[in-house]
């Protein structure tokens, strides 16, 4: 707030003299509004806006325009004399000079997102309502205040309802909304407050209050009043927790003393010991009754002993006096008194049987009435008779009397020995006597012991008030129990610990194991007074059977441990489970003392009873009773922990028809709540709606989870409630269990972890089961079971063959066999073959070997053949002998006529898929079963539950499509092998036949043979004549032989007819019958898997139903699509998110029913897609909340939601949010460039505020009319001046305050466009994080700008004409290179981006652009927030600010100085590329390397754990000019001039002895040091205590003396001066060989030199140089043209069409340079 602004509004301030309160003056002296009509703006709003935003709006109109202060509050205000011109001025001058300087330094140590600025020019309600705006975008979580839900006006509820009925009664009172009930919580109506103080005491209804989202019920106003105004001390962890007022009572050795110090261990609580807290009273009591006894007793024996020694005298003297037979009758009577008084003086009470607590000794008290033996103390009594007898009997002696002498006076004190001795033996019996108090004692020491403990409890302030003490074995009786009723000190809770052995002998046992030795002891010296003489026999008889015993005993033990370890391993028991193996401790041996422990026992038993009745009928206790038999102390303390905290846990109860009407009620009133109701599937189950309350297992049993690691839908008519949400149990056993532990089967500490995957797959055989089922075991990584597959694997070892009805059509004949035959069949062919070709050569006893021969292949091919028929009787005969078990059969049975299997098989192959490794924790996925409704039921039944079943539903004709082709393949393999056989078979027997012709033609040409050679030898005895005759006769013969032969064979081997076959079965006729066999069983497999589905359903199992008949890859992709929710959204399996409107969030948030989320108003699934900039809310910009899990989540849109929905886990998972970082950018570009619409668009889409100059100084007009800047704006507005930059840049920086800039952003349209400007916000700190250029060419604009001008939603006219836009563009062009090259070289935050591209390219890149800036930011600000380096490149960071806030190292970089010791200069390079941040201070580093080092350890490099630290500043080398050390002449320089660097690293020698230059000089240690060249001076600047202090040799080379250029030979000259560029225009001469038309080349070569030579000149001008530069780009067209020429101008003449388009226009102004040559100046 400017000064004068501050002057001016304290001036005006005016103050309440009676209250105090301070108005400004828009408050006690507004401007007047003009009316407007309010009626009709109502009713429009009325129908557009919400009821609560209408609520909102007037709060807002109220606050901002306030109601006009009563006349007397403003008659009566006054002004303050601080509030005088002079005090304010004086004020503001001490608060800028004193407290603002703190103040920024506070601030700049303050995480900056924090920081918060406002406009103190705006009214208090407009800042307030800002501050509130800017809170919102931090994820702040509002102050939960408690609401009273008992209003006075209501019904009054009665105060002994009962708890539940109150509980259901008090939860829809003042509720958020419907199905958003009160729920309880663990104190029901427990008191809060008075159980932080350590009472419990019940609340009453009309005190109950609604907190966060449960109810409590208070039990006084007091304690209301204490709940209002804090609620959370008496509700945070411990609490709630017993107040630790209890009683531990038992009989004696139950353990009463170790329980109570293991419950004061856990509740920090004290052990009062009654009994040693009365001990010292009874002692008090104990040395009073002594005292007396040791009076009265003391008196008693003075007179006794006095009587004793009178009598001795008296019995004396007679003795004397008479010696005559008399004196025995006197002397009788004195030996009696005397015997009398002997027997009292020596008897002594035996010592009683000894009990024993703890291992210490007790003596019992006498039982009542019980007669005491006399003693002396008893005799001490002067009153008794029998002294008295004997004082009578001895006076009334007559002679005696007579007889007497006074004898002398006898003297009997206390002091006498006989009186001592009688005295001890009186105390010693009454010592042992026992003392007992009165039960009011015992209750006035018990109730001063409590008042000290919670004394102790109220010195913690925080602490309760009562409470945390324990009573150990008190109150013992039932009388002191009515005391302690009466006093008010009743423990809440009273424990008993019963032992229900037999006859108490579990506790005797434990008596007789502590206490055996000193019982032993006992019973020995009792044993020994019995029988003292057979005691020795009967214990050395004892202790040998004991020790036998104890033998027999630990070889039992040992065996018995054995058998059960045996059963253990064997799996026949379970170890957890087995009863505690360790023998009984042995019972201690009949006798009074194991009489008098019972005796104890059985008194307790006696007084429990009434004890129990009085505690229960005069208070609201209810004992709680542990049983100790063969139970150790954890266990039994468990069990009281439970029992004590029992009452504060929540508890679970059945779902009744009292919870249904409640849902009801609720999901009717929130349809007519919602103004847009959701549409709701039709097919959705009601009792698994989204919108039910379902518990953290959903809808499936918990208890089934918990034990069986199976997700089992729970039945819902069997379901319960546990802290207000449902649970679906399997069964009313499963319930029960549930309610009787609920916390035992939900998760605790994390949610519950699905088990791995089960899934079936279902279909029709030829639907694609084994297909899919394999590439979802493939995908998803789990088993594949194929049921049937497994059913063969279990038989196979018998069968050998896989069985069924699909495996008996593969079956086949043996060919092994008949390919056998064949082959011996071919062999004997073959060898027949040759016989008959050899049969001329063979002789007549060849025959009969062909004949055996014959014989014996014949009985061959029977062999052979009979062969395959023995082969398969013989198989089939194995498996008939082949024995089956049950289950073989069974399964036999099941493959081969699809009979069902028996459930105990089923059970055996089923449930080791889903209890044993490696499936239960893999999953699987099991085809083909179940196959029948019953194997479903099966499944249901038995607990076997999937996640899921997967359906193939294929059309009859899509599987004979697909079977019917391999089943057709088959057919014709069999066709072909059939063909086959009957060929060969054919071939066989037409074999078979010409072997046997040609046999029968070998034998009758045998006998022709021989006939013919009987007639040669005839013939041979006749003439030459007859034989020429018989020649003929004979040819003729042979030809008749030759017929005959073939005659004969002809008639012996006739054709054999073919036999009659069955027909062959046609393609097409194997086609319709395989077609009706695969509809047969298709038909089949539907029916079955209808009823499965059928079953399914039934069994609440999710069913997937896919259309197999498509193509594989889109099975699998909608199988893939269908299978996310159970895969990809599996650990989101049992979470459940309740979608709720926009109002009803921003109620529960305010009334603190429910809390927002780590996310904030962040979208989390935008998150995870990497958005960083916070989606917009507010009117127009709608928001779609979610609760899960008490917390409330914002959307961005509704698909998001659903998304969140369906995996809440998988957005849960990424980090929280980065802090909000509003966008700062700024877009400029020439005119028409798309500034203002992508401003517009980023305006619109993110809510950020678009800034234009002209738009700032009109908001400051509208806003702070009556503010300095407005009204110095104002004063230019009104003469027509131009606005200056500085109150243009300064009403930008007032705008910038406005909190939709600080908390969405701004984006500047168009500027800044100016060097000036630049400057101005630099100064202001107006940075953006990113210019963005759009560039077009000129072109571009002025096409635009007419398009605009044509447009036709142009509704007024615009300054965009031609010659504007020109002038615009010109200024544009002339500006922005100094723009550009600031940001690009001070904040490389410069960003070109091409504007001619679509606007959406454009938008797009743009949005990387700012999302990419602000990402940084938010990195940036959560690093420094984690107390972590960041880099601080392209933070926009002024120099100024760097400067301030640079750390210990300055612009040195700290990595390499702390790594390598070298002195880096980072100042060199002026930009923040690596740069960061650590600790408030700015550090520098040499590189990217030396930056990623530092940003991951920094406090390795800055103090205090940098091993270096930077030196002094007068330590640091710092490089001059030569001319700055020529100014600090006749300071010498060092090792005279040479360069140090070049001399060390030379390793001192005299060839590295070199001149520095005199321009590179370095000042280090007020010495200066030339150097050889930039890069030795950079070395010694970073290593310069390595070459600063060196000593050159005596011995140094001689020094070089310039030598004037105009005393060097002409060569020497040359080179020096004009060398460099003769040699460069040379070389471009040769390069290019200039020759230029009508000239020679060696002119042309003479020009083109002189034109390079003046081009460039460094000499000349930069006019001068352009120009030659623009000649000789024309020299070198020019010569061009002969090229051109050349190679266009042909012979043959060219139409001009023909020739190239500019032929003509080159050779025109190639004739036209004839005779013209080229100007040299």
């Not at 009133?669 to 709606?689: C, H, T, Y």
Request: hydrophobic share 30%; glycine share 4%; proline share 7%.
């Amino acid at each position: 707030m400017p000064d004068k602004d501050l002057e001016i509004k304290r001036v005006s301030l005016r103050v309440d003299p009676i209250t105090g309160d301070t108005y400004t003056k828009e408050i006690y002296n507004p401007e007047k509004p003009e009316k407007k009509k309010k009626e009709s703006d109502a009713e429009e709003e009325g129908e557009e806006e919400e009821e609560e935003e209408e609520e909102e709006g007037i709060d807002e109109e109220g606050d901002e325009h306030m109601s006009e202060l009563p006349t007397e509050v403003i008659e009566r205000l006054v002004k303050r004399p601080e509030d005088l011109p002079s005090h304010v001025i004086e004020n503001i001058k001490n608060y800028k000079s004193n407290l603002l300087p703190l103040l920024e330094d506070f601030m700049a140590d303050h995480d900056q997102q924090y920081l918060v600025e406002l406009d103190g020019n705006q009214p208090s309600p407009i800042l307030f309502k800002q501050l509130l705006q800017r809170l919102h975008c931090f994820i702040t979580r509002p102050a939960a205040v408690p609401i009273r839900l008992h209003d006075n006006e209501e019904e009054e509820i009665p105060e002994d309802i009962d708890t539940d009925e109150l509980m259901r009664t008090l939860a829809p009172k003042e509720m958020v909304a419907p199905r958003f009930r009160w729920r309880r919580s663990r104190w029901l109506r427990h008191c809060p407050v008075a159980l932080y103080e350590g009472n419990i005491v019940q609340g009453k209804p009309d005190l109950s209050v609604g907190f966060l989202d449960k109810l409590y019920c208070l039990s006084s106003p007091q304690a209301m009043e204490k709940f209002l105004k804090n609620p959370r001390p008496y509700l945070l962890p411990t609490q709630p927790r017993p107040p630790c007022k209890i009683s531990v009572t038992g009989p004696h050795m139950s353990g009463k003393t170790t329980i109570s110090h293991l419950l004061a261990q856990k509740y920090g609580a004290k052990v009062l010991d009654i009994e040693r807290l009365v001990q010292p009273k009874i002692e008090e009591e104990k040395e009073k009754t002594l005292a007396k006894v040791r009076e009265e007793t003391t008196e008693h024996a003075i007179i006794t002993v006095k009587t004793k020694l009178k009598e001795q005298q008296e019995a004396e003297e007679l003795e004397r006096a008479e010696r005559e037979g008399d004196q025995t009758t006197d002397q009788g009577e004195t030996t009696e008194v005397d015997t009398e008084t002997e027997k009292g003086k020596g008897k002594k009470t035996e010592p009683a049987p000894v009990d024993v607590e703890g291992g210490r000794l007790e003596k019992p008290p006498e039982p009542p009435g019980e007669e005491k033996i006399e003693d002396p103390k008893e005799e001490a009594d002067p009153g008794e008779p029998p002294i008295t007898e004997e004082k009578t009997e001895v006076s009334q002696t007559p002679e005696a009397s007579k007889r007497t002498v006074s004898p002398p006076t006898i003297d009997v004190d206390a002091t006498h020995p006989e009186v001592v001795t009688l005295v001890e033996a009186a105390l010693k019996e009454a010592e042992n006597q026992s003392f007992s108090l009165s039960a009011d004692v015992y209750i006035d020491i018990a109730e001063k012991a409590i008042q000290d403990t919670e004394k102790d409890l109220r010195k913690n302030a925080t602490g309760p008030l009562c409470g945390g003490w324990i009573l150990d074995n008190f109150p013992q009786t039932r009388d002191q129990w009515m005391v302690m009723v009466e006093r008010g000190i009743v423990p809440d809770d009273a424990i008993c610990l019963r032992d229900s052995s037999e006859n108490g002998n579990f506790l005797v046992r434990r008596w007789y194991k502590y206490n055996k030795d000193q019982i032993e002891e006992l019973i020995r010296l009792r044993k020994a007074t019995e029988e003292a003489e057979k005691l020795h026999l009967a214990e050395e008889e004892r202790v040998k059977r004991e020790e036998m015993e104890r033998q027999a005993a630990e070889e039992e033990r040992k065996k018995r441990e054995a058998e059960r370890r045996k059963k253990i391993e064997s799996g026949e028991i379970s170890e957890g489970l087995s009863v505690q193996a360790e023998l009984l401790d042995p019972l201690p041996p009949d006798g009074p003392e194991l009489d008098s422990e019972r005796e104890k026992r059985k008194e307790f038993e006696r007084e429990w009873p009434a004890m129990q009745a009085m505690i229960t009928g005069s208070t609201t206790i209810e004992p709680i009773q542990v049983e100790i038999e063969k139970r150790g102390e954890e266990e039994i303390f468990d069990e009281l922990i439970t029992s004590l905290e029992e009452k504060f846990k929540y508890h679970g109860w059945e779902y009744s028809g009292m919870d249904v009407d409640e849902e009801e009620e609720d999901l009717e009133a929130s349809r007519e709540a919602e103004d847009e109701e959701e549409e709701e599937e039709e097919d959705e189950d009601p009792n698994r709606s989204k919108k039910k309350p379902l518990g953290d297992v959903n809808h499936f049993c918990p208890v089934s989870m918990y034990e069986r690691n199976v997700l089992w839908p729970g039945n819902p008519e069997c379901s319960a409630r546990y802290r207000e949400k449902v649970y679906y149990l399997a069964n009313d056993e499963a319930r029960e269990k549930f309610l009787k532990n609920s916390q035992m089967y939900l998760p605790k500490k994390e949610p519950l972890k699905s088990p791995a995957l089960r899934l079936l797959m279902l279909g029709p055989k030829g639907s694609g089961k084994s297909l899919h089922a394999r590439y979802l075991a493939n995908k998803l990584n789990i088993f594949h079971i194929d049921f049937r597959e497994r059913l063969q694997e279990m038989i196979i070892a018998k069968t050998k063959k896989k069985i069924g009805p699909e495996y008996e059509e593969d079956k086949e004949e043996p060919e092994e066999e008949e390919e056998g035959n064949d082959d011996e069949e071919g062999a004997n062919a073959e060898d027949v073959e040759p016989a008959a070709e050899d049969e001329d050569k063979k002789k007549a006893d060849d025959s009969e070997t062909a004949t055996s021969d014959d014989e014996t292949e014949n009985e061959a091919e029977r062999r052979q053949s009979v062969k395959p028929e023995q082969a398969e009787d013989k198989k089939q005969e194995e498996e008939d002998e082949m024995e089956y078990t049950e289950e073989e059969e069974a399964i036999k049975s099941y493959l081969e006529s699809d009979d069902p299997l028996p459930d105990e098989l089923m059970t055996k192959i089923l449930t080791d898929w889903w209890n044993t490794e490696p499936f239960k924790s893999t999953g699987f996925v099991l085809e083909g079963f179940p196959r029948t409704s019953d194997e479903a039921k099966y499944l249901a039944e038995n607990g076997l539950y999937p996640d899921g079943a997967v359906l193939l539903n294929v059309e009859d004709m899509d599987v004979v499509g697909r079977l019917l082709p391999p089943k057709l393949d088959k057919w014709r393999v069999k066709r072909d092998k059939r063909l086959a056989k009957k060929n060969k078979k054919k071939e066989k027997a037409k074999k078979k036949r010409d072997a046997a012709i040609e046999k029968r033609r070998a034998e009758l040409t045998k006998e022709r043979d021989e006939r013919r050679a009987e007639r040669k030898a005839q013939k041979g005895e006749k003439d030459s004549d007859e034989e020429a005759e018989e020649g003929e006769e004979e040819e003729e013969e042979e030809v008749e032989e030759e017929e005959d032969i073939e005659a004969v064979l002809a008639e012996e081997f006739e054709e054999e007819e073919e036999e009659d076959e069955e027909e062959e079965e046609l393609e097409e006729d194997a086609v319709d019958r395989l077609k009706n066999d695969l509809a047969e069983v298709y038909d089949n497999d539907t029916n079955r898997l209808a009823d499965v589905q059928q079953t399914l359903e039934e069994a609440l199992i999710p069913r997937i139903e896919l259309e197999g008949g498509r193509k594989p890859h889109i099975v699998r992709y909608l199988l893939s699509k269908n299978l996310k929710p159970y895969v990809d959204f599996r650990h989101s399996r049992f979470e459940r998110v309740y979608a709720i409107s926009e109002k009803l969030a921003t109620k529960m948030l305010r009334v603190g029913y429910k809390q927002p989320s780590r996310f904030g108003k962040w979208d989390p699934v935008q998150m995870k897609d990497g958005e960083c900039i916070q989606p917009m809310q507010g009117p127009g910009y709608s928001t779609y909340p979610a609760i899960y899990r008490g917390h409330i989540y914002y959307f961005a849109s509704h698909d998001n939601r659903d998304m969140f929905i369906q995996d809440p886990m998988s957005y849960l998972k990424q980090p929280s949010p980065k802090p909000v970082v509003p966008i700062r950018i700024a877009v400029i570009g020439p005119p028409k460039s798309g500034k203002t619409t992508m401003a517009t668009r980023f305006a619109e889409t993110y809510g950020l505020m678009r800034l234009s100059l002209g738009e700032a100084i009109r908001q400051v007009m509208l806003n702070q009319p009556k503010s300095t800047l407005a009204m110095a704006i104002n004063s230019y507005m009104v003469r027509g001046q131009t606005i200056p930059d500085e109150l243009t840049i300064q009403a930008l920086e007032t705008t910038l305050l406005d909190m939709r800039c600080q908390t969405r952003g701004v984006v500047f349209d168009g500027f800044p466009m100016s060097k000036r400007q630049i400057d101005l916000m630099t100064q202001k700190s107006i940075i953006p994080i990113r210019i963005v250029e759009l560039e077009i060419d000129s072109k571009e604009t002025m096409v635009r700008g007419t398009k605009d001008r044509h447009s036709p939603n142009r509704a007024y006219p615009v300054h965009d004409s031609a010659q504007i836009l020109a002038i615009k563009l010109s200024n544009y062009l002339r500006e922005i290179g100094e723009v550009r090259k600031w940001y690009k070289e001070q904040h490389k935050n410069f960003v070109n981006m091409n504007g001619n591209r679509s606007k959406w390219w454009v938008w797009h890149q743009l949005l990387d652009v700012a999302r990419k800036g602000v990402s940084q930011i938010q990195l940036y600000l959560q690093r420094v927030a984690d107390g972590k380096a960041s880099s601080v490149a392209d933070m926009c960071i002024t120099p100024q600010e760097f400067e301030v806030r640079l750390g210990d190292f300055g612009q040195y970089c700290p990595v390499n100085l702390a790594n390598k010791g070298e002195l880096i200069d980072c100042s060199v390079n002026p930009t923040l590329e690596f740069a960061a941040e650590f600790r408030g201070h700015y550090y520098k580093m040499a590189g990217q390397e030396e930056l990623e080092e530092f940003l991951h350890e920094p406090e390795k490099y800055v103090p205090p754990l940098a091993p270096v630290k930077l030196p002094a500043r007068h330590l640091l080398p710092r490089q001059i000019t030569g001319v700055q050390a020529k100014a600090m002449f006749p300071k010498p320089i060092e090792i005279q001039g040479y360069c140090p660097v070049t001399y060390l690293d030379g390793k001192c020698r005299y060839e590295a002895i070199i001149q520095g230059d005199r321009e590179l000089v370095v000042l280090y240690r007020d010495n200066l040091y030339y150097f050889e060249n930039e890069k030795k001076l950079k070395k010694f600047m970073r290593l310069p205590e390595k070459y600063w202090n060196l000593t050159l040799p005596h011995k140094l080379p001689p020094k070089k003396e310039p030598i004037a250029v105009t005393n060097i030979p002409m060569l020497g000259f040359m080179e020096q001066t004009v060398a460099t560029s003769i040699n460069k225009a040379l070389t471009a001469v040769g390069s290019l060989k200039p020759k230029y038309p009508f000239l020679s080349v060696t002119r042309s070569s003479q020009i083109y030199f002189a034109y390079h030579l003046k081009a460039y000149n460094p000499k000349s001008s930069e006019y001068v140089r352009k120009k030659y530069k623009q000649k000789l780009m024309r020299f070198e067209e020019t010569c061009e043209l002969i090229k051109y020429l050349g190679n266009n101008m042909t012979v043959k003449y060219k139409d001009p069409k023909a020739r190239p388009i500019d032929f003509d226009f080159k050779l025109n102004q190639f004739m036209a340079l004839k005779g013209i040559e080229p100007t040299p100046t």
